[in-house]
């Protein structure tokens, strides 16, 4: 079983849609973060959380460390939002990232 | 804005052949990174650095090896390129390794062994 799971794989919404994407883990953590990646490959980080709720703009990312899950909401979506949404945990406070394997997201216009 | 330089973004190279991929940081970052991303596998570590000549293995890191002599720049060496190395490389940066530093990635380099 991976250390960090993501659901869904793939996920496909209608501009305009609120769209969640889930991310649970298995380990103790530091703190998560929220990555996307758009086609090109580059990586651009969006949240890193430890605890509550973070927004920025049409993003919102919560955490429930006692869950051990965390939410990226999207409001709003646009079809530049189209991208590979990855969740990735720093494990204890000097430990490298475990990675998800991405949700990949499609909004159409 | 932090930025994390690539200096290939598509490589063809044959089998057996020696492979550099060079990365470059300009906020004076003491951490990089190696990472290569494969379809249904996602990002898996190949190396890191904590300092200058400081590096310390990851998830894979048969078959390559790194280089940093200056802080600023982490290079990835494939000795002898293998078909199996064919994937996309990410280089990353960041400040220590507490938890409440972010992380900045390059723009991917794709190769392809042949």
């Known amino acids: 079983k991976n250390e960090v799971e993501q659901s869904p794989q793939n996920l496909t919404a209608q501009e305009g849609e609120f769209i969640t994407i889930n991310c649970s883990y298995s380990?103790?953590?530091?703190?998560l973060h929220w990555l996307q990646q758009h086609p090109g490959g580059g990586i651009v980080s969006l949240f890193m959380?430890?605890?509550g709720k973070k927004k920025h703009g049409r993003l919102i990312a919560t955490i429930n460390i006692q869950e051990k899950h965390s939410s990226l909401h999207i409001t709003a979506s646009h079809p530049r939002d189209s991208a590979v949404y990855i969740c990735?945990?720093?494990?204890?406070?000097?430990?490298?990232?475990?990675f998800g394997k991405g949700t990949k997201l499609s909004v159409k216009p | 804005d932090v930025k994390v330089t690539q200096s290939s973004r598509y490589l063809v190279k044959r089998t057996g052949e020696k492979v550099f991929l060079e990365c470059v940081q300009d906020?004076?970052?003491?951490?990089m990174f190696w990472y290569r991303q494969d379809p249904g596998l996602g990002l898996r570590l190949i190396y890191f650095?904590?300092?200058?000549?400081?590096?310390e293995k990851g998830d894979i890191p048969e078959g390559y090896s790194v280089s940093r002599e200056k802080k600023e720049r982490f290079s990835l060496i494939l000795e002898s390129a293998s078909t199996n190395q064919t994937s996309m490389y990410l280089c990353?940066?960041?400040?220590?390794?507490?938890?409440?530093?972010?992380?900045?990635f390059g723009e991917g380099s794709w190769l392809t062994v042949v």
């Open positions: 990735a945990v720093k494990r204890g406070s000097q430990g490298n990232l475990i």
């Open positions: 380990v103790g953590i530091s703190a």
């Open positions: 990353a940066s960041s400040l220590g390794l507490e938890a409440g530093n972010t992380i900045y």
């Open positions: 650095s904590y300092d200058v000549k400081m590096k």
């Open positions: 959380l430890s605890s």
């Open positions: 906020m004076d970052h003491e951490n």
